[in-house]
Nanobody, 124 residues
Framework: QVRLVESGGGLVQAGGSLRLSCAASGRTFSRYGMGWFRQTPGKDRDVVAAISYDGGTTYYTDSVKGRFTISRDNAKNTLYLQMNSVKPDDTAVYYC?????????????????WGQGTQVTVSS
């Protein structure tokens, strides 16, 4: 059974940095695309960034390009999201997701496995 556990969320001032981590277990991590999503109350869960199985291809939603970096360490079965120059609009619950294919995916429906989420709050 796939298990994803996020960590690293918290309260940060605007302009600051956070690094989210997602520890994966239950299957061969290095074979599958991964993603970070975020959700605020009353809104859909939207993609923030995604990465292919080998880290060779990445995707970022426009609002985080140049500020966030997605990466993975397949030897440690861990996915990361480095968040720099954060803004109040980045406040959300952030979720780690694992796909069932090697390529990255852009939409939540393509992901089969989800973590419990970690809250990120950016104060102005």
């Amino acid at each position: 059974q796939v298990r994803l556990v996020e960590s690293g969320g918290g309260l940060v001032q605007a302009g600051g940095s956070l690094r989210l981590s997602c520890a994966a277990s239950g299957r061969t991590f290095s074979r599958y695309g991964m993603g970070w999503f975020r959700q605020t109350p009353g809104k859909d869960r939207d993609v923030v960034a995604a990465i292919s199985y080998d880290g060779g291809t990445t995707y970022y939603t426009d609002s985080v390009k140049g500020r966030f970096t997605i990466s993975r360490d397949n030897a440690k079965n861990t996915l990361y999201l480095q968040m720099n120059s954060v803004k109040p609009d980045d406040t959300a619950v952030y979720y780690c997701a694992a796909g069932n294919k090697g390529r990255l995916e852009y939409v939540a429906q393509e992901y089969a496995h989800w973590g419990q989420g970690t809250q990120v709050t950016v104060s102005s």
